[in-house]
Nanobody, 116 residues
Framework: QVQVVESGGGLVQPGGSLRLSCAAS????????IGWYRQTPGQERELIAA????????YYADSVKGRFTISRDNTKNTVFLQMNSLKPEDTAVYYC?????????WGQGTQVTVSS
């Protein structure tokens, strides 16, 4: 069983920045694929960035490319999502999904609100 915990959400003005963190338990963290998703009411959960284990390339959705950066610190079992130039349409609940072998685990989500 892998525990996944997101943090770092909040209220920010348009053009501002936030950094989300996703901490996952387990001794094989460096091999996990970690994905950040977001969801707004009535919409499906959308994959916006992913950091595969190993040296596979990072993925970004077009909607966040150039503004968001995903990174990981395997020594701390943590993946970060740096979000810059935030827009009101980035408002959503952000979720971290951890894929560990044949299993995947979700965190509880963290709310990001972009508003003046």
């Amino acid at each position: 069983q892998v525990q996944v915990v997101e943090s770092g959400g909040g209220l920010v003005q348009p053009g501002g920045s936030l950094r989300l963190s996703c901490a996952a338990s387990g001794s094989a963290f460096s091999s996990y694929t970690i994905g950040w998703y977001r969801q707004t009411p009535g919409q499906e959960r959308e994959l916006i960035a992913a950091s595969p284990g190993g040296r596979r390339p990072i993925y970004y959705a077009d909607s966040v490319k150039g503004r968001f950066t995903i990174s990981r610190d395997n020594t701390k079992n943590t993946v970060f999502l740096q979000m810059n130039s935030l827009k009101p349409e980035d408002t959503a609940v952000y979720y971290c999904r951890t894929v560990a072998g044949a299993y995947d685990y979700w965190g509880q989500g963290t709310q990001v609100t972009v508003s003046s």
